[in-house]
């Protein structure tokens, strides 16, 4: 089945230590896109890239960081330098031109105490 | 820049009862996409709905249709013969169609749609 793997689907860290995210997909999609998601705040845009070894920031880029090695796969670190980093986390893939809608992972929600 | 306003925060209807979801945007552009996709409480963003600019015609999914109005601007989502499963956030969303345009899409904040049996 081709889709978007995200995990853990819950992960818990202490303050002052860094943490990645997995995203996988198998869409053979080129762009891919982090997602932050807090209650009353729409998703926001943390980091994309549209073909590996590229990415830009969005509109919510300090405190995280990216990498894109493999067509497939766009871990994101969130570091100590993120202020508030407790949330719920998406990842999704679209391909590049066309409609360019984008599909989704499961989700991982992330919890710093 | 576009941006996309969902101003109604929550809706509730009748299950077998229709309902219209409300979606504003803003953009200087004439060539776009807007999209529509629901969140259900397992939080995994499915799409329910396309709509290209520069087709007149509404797109219809079952029992989810659009209502585009290019010149207002507006594009409400409504949903016919409400289900259970219905329950869920909806958010809108807007992607610029120009040449050599990334691929991001702009989000509108949601709206909760809950569903009375």
């Known amino acids: 089945d081709g889709g978007i793997t995200q995990s853990p689907k819950y992960l818990f860290r202490k303050e002052g230590q860094n943490v990645t995210l997995s995203c996988e997909q198998n869409l053979n999609h080129d762009a891919m896109y982090w997602y932050r998601q807090d209650p009353g705040q729409g998703l926001r845009l943390i980091y994309y890239?549209?073909?590996?070894?590229?990415?830009q920031k969005g509109d919510i880029a300090e405190g995280y960081s990216v990498s894109r090695e493999k067509k497939e796969s766009f871990p994101l670190t969130v570091t100590s330098a993120q202020k508030n980093p407790t949330a719920f986390y998406l990842c999704a893939s679209s391909i590049v031109g066309g409609s360019g809608e984008q599909y989704f992972g499961p989700g991982t929600r992330l919890t710093v105490t | 820049a576009q941006t996309v306003t969902q101003s109604q925060p929550e809706m509730s209807v009748q299950e077998a009862e229709t309902v219209t979801l409300s979606c504003t945007y803003d953009t200087s552009e004439s060539d776009y996409y807007l999209f529509w996709y629901k969140q259900p409480p397992s939080r995994q963003m499915i799409l329910v709905i396309r709509q290209e600019a520069y087709k007149q015609q509404n797109a219809t999914e079952n029992r989810f249709s659009v209502n585009f109005q290019k010149a207002a601007k507006s594009f409400s989502l409504k949903i016919s013969d409400s289900q259970l499963g219905d329950a869920a956030m909806y958010f809108c969303a807007y992607r610029s169609a120009l040449d050599g345009a990334n691929s991001k899409l702009t989000f509108g904040k949601g709206i909760t749609l809950s569903v009375r049996p």
């Open positions: 890239s549209q073909i590996v070894n590229d990415f």
